[in-house]
Each structure stands twice: as structure tokens, then as C-alpha cells.
């Protein structure tokens, strides 16, 4: 096996724009391998290792396309992958004993993360004499197990300040789509939220056939917290305390703005029934609808709509229109890899993991062979960005190289962000837009309290119950009964015990940030 060189780990959410910009998420970052070419690995010198991936919904089943083995030949590692069925499947193997040589997981991180099931990287960093293998203090921190070992990094999680510095890294931000031809007609604009609702009422006068703004059940008014600056979900801090989204003094602004939206008759109470989270891409197409917001890629819409035979387009808003827009990024990453008890090979496990979150595993596991699949006429951090010979965002293509979720097994977000980068597009102009306002603490991705405890279940029992409660809200048939639905949502949460989950978060981000000073 050869050896790589230095790897500094980067950070990003949703964040999980994790998550969001759902979201920036975790993992680590090196310099380049040496040249695949010094040291090609024969067929008989590949080590197959067996891996099951805990997401059903993975798109490669096997390992096979030009990247994987590409991947192969430069690391003398060969996966066979087992796809999970349901969520209940890793938690048998981890009871029974029978797991294979790698698991790669989000929502069973904290069972891996255990002396008994898996290998520490630290162990086996020491053991194989593995040089380079550096890993960010910060990545320690936030993914440290109980124990203050480390089993794993999660991926997807990028620095804010590399983030920051790399002009073509986009975030993800919540897009608002709409019918350009309809607002030329109306001779109006949109650049405010005042704009936005005029034309709402010029659309509803003068089409009463189809609804102003449809939305997506999966992200409901994520668009409208995001332009008046409250989180659609995760943790914030308010100076030293660690508090629950829900807990934000704008939340209170945005759901007036959307009950506003219902009483004007700018949304609909159907919308909230929606269980198909396609129905709002469907009425754009139809023509059933003016705009949509937490809409799917501008185009892949697009590109339905001229299937379709329809004669009109939507287009993205490329800015923000509130006036004082934000997105929060507070998560730590999302699935790591682990390397169990049973792996018949640790060595070329470790070295595998290091392969590929090095820049040159995650630029061959995300984008492809460098001449072959995408050029880079300069670097990442001067402003380069990958030009593909194939559609990188064409999930089919993605299948068939191989390409992209393979570099999510060991991902620092930054290579993914930056593949998003297509010149001039509305979507890069709306999150180039976004970029300026994104608020990162990577530290709060360490507050979440672990599952089964008590605070895990206050923290359920709050995200069921906004579930409900914000529906009365949002249809209130009055603003005054839209304040007072808001303020029993939010004694309810008091009472279900919001001031305990925050206390808990408050005690561990402060303890995190003592760890994170001490190891800095």
C-alpha cells in the first residue's frame, strides 16, 4: 500500500444548508497523493473489503463504473457493497455480532463509536506507522465518542473559513421559482418582500385559476425563515447559550407572514395535506401555479416543462429578499465510515479511508478522472472549478461513472460545494447570493443530545408537536388568532420541556468550546 501525504480537515450545513445551506458537514482534507502511476495495484494485489452502507436509499449497488475503478487501481481496495433495507437492519448486525469489514452511517454513529464494535483510527494510525494522517483538532472535537476517542468522522462538514476563501464553494440555500412570463406581463418586480406579496395579488386577480405560491412538504416556508433571518432547524447561540431554532425571536415574524399569506388567499390549506413532496413541482408544470418555493433545480423543472410540450419556463430569484436575511449552519456532518472488529484487513482499511479523503480520493470520488471526466484550468482556491465532459448533476451519469456518492465516504464538503459551480446559472448566482449571510458555529453540531436520553426525547417530542401546532398558524383565520396559536406553540414546547433541552445544550456547547481550546 502506499502512503499519502498530509491531511488537514476542513469544515462547512445542512445543514445541512445542512442541512441546510441545509447545511456545511464534517470530514478531513489533505494534500495530494502521490502519482497513482508511481505504484499501480495488480489484480492479484486488490484486497476486496465488504462495506454496508446504512441508507436505503443509495443509488450504487455494486462497485462498478470507470471511477470506482479508477479508485481501485490507486489504492489496491476493492469494495463489495451491501445496501441497507430498512433502519432496522445495522442495529441487528450490531447486536448479533455480524458486521463487515467497513460501515458507513449517520443514524447509528454513537453505537459504532464503541471500543467493542470498532477500531479507533487513532489505533491504527499508530499501529501501520501511517505518516500524514493528520486530523483537524476541530473534527476530533465534534466527532469524539464518550469514551474521547475517535471511531469516525462524519462527512459533508467543510471549515467556514476555508468555505469562506474559496470563491466557487456554494452552499445550499432554500430556492423560490416562479413564471417569468406571467411577472413580465404584470410589468412588476420582485426584490423585496413587499414586492412579492403585490404580486401575489396581481396573480390572484388576474389568474383566479391558479395559486400564487405552492410549497414543497418537505420544506415548508424554509425560504421565508431564511429572508427573515430564523433557522429552519438545528441550534444557534445567543452569546454563550446554546438555543433550539424554534426559540429564535424572528421565528415569530416569519409565521405571522405565513398565516398573512393564507388569509390573503396566497396559499392554500391543501398545501399542508400534501404527503407528495412532487405535488408543487407538478402544479408549476401544469401551469396550476405562479411560483413555488423549496422547489427542485431550476432545471429539472425546466426540463419536465419542455417534455411536457408547455410553452413557458420558471425561473430562480438569485437573491435573498428580506431585509435581513441569514442562514444558520450549526451541523457536524452527517455519515462516517467506520472500520469494525471484523475487518480482515485494518491496515488496507485505514489506508483506504486516507486515500480517499485526501484531495486526490475526493476529487476522483466526487468528480470523476482528471482529464478523462472534467478539467480544472485552475485551482479551487483561485477560483478554478471543474468543467465536466458529462452532466455532474445528472443523477443517471452519476450511476453510471460511479462518481459522487462514492467521495461521500470520506468528504469534507468542499469539493462537493464546488461542483455545484456552473457559471451564471441562477442557481450559482442565488447561492453565491446566499453565501454572504451564512452564519457558521460547527461548534453547536456537538449539542445534540445523544439518542435515548431524556433530552433526545424532549427534543422528539417538541419537533412532533411544532409539527402539528404550526398548521394552526399558518391557517389561522385571523391575526390574532395566528398570535395566540403562536403563543400556546410556544408554551406548549416550554412545557414539554424546551428550558431543559436548552440547559443540557448550553452545558455541552460550553464544554465543547473548553475542549476544542485545549486541543486547538
Known sequence: MRRKK??????????????VFTTLAGCAKSDPAPDSSESPAGED????????????????????????EEITKRTGVRLKVQVAVDNQQLPLMISSGTLPDLVFTSSQFEAMSDPKISYTWDELIEKYNIEGFNIDPLARVLNEAKDGKLYSVRNGFTNPELFRKTPTALGNVPAFVYRPDILEELGMKIESLDDLLKVFEQVKQKYPDMVPLVMSPLAIGQYFRVNFGAPYQGWYADGDQAKYYISHPKQYDYYMFMNRLYREGYITAENFTWSDSNK????????????????NAVNTINTEMKAAGKDYSVSQLTKLIGDSPALYASAAGWSGTFITKNCKNPE?????????????????????????HYTLEKPIEEGGYPIFTYDSQDATEQQRLGAVWWGLLADNGLYQMVQRYVPDSETTLAQLDAKQYVISNPLLGAVNPPTGSDEQVIKANIDNMITTEQVKIFLAETEEEAKAAYEKMMQTAKDIGLDRLEAYATQKYKETIERYNAVK
Do not use: C, H, Y
Open 280 to 295: 408543487a413541482k407538478e402544479m408549476l408544470i401544469n401551469g396550476q401555479a405562479f411560483s413555488a418555493n423549496d422547489a
Open 45 to 68: 494485489d486488490v484486497v476486496e473489503l465488504t462495506m454496508f452502507v446504512d441508507q436505503s436509499f443509495w443509488p450504487l449497488k455494486d462497485w462498478s463504473g470507470p471511477i470506482p
Open 6 to 19: 498530509d491531511l488537514r480537515w476542513g469544515f462547512q450545513l445542512l445543514l445541512a444548508f445542512m442541512l
Open 348 to 372: 488496507a482499511a485505514i489506508r483506504f479511508l486516507q486515500f480517499m479523503q485526501s484531495d486526490e480520493g475526493q476529487k476522483l470520488g466526487l468528480w470523476g478522472i482528471e482529464g478523462v
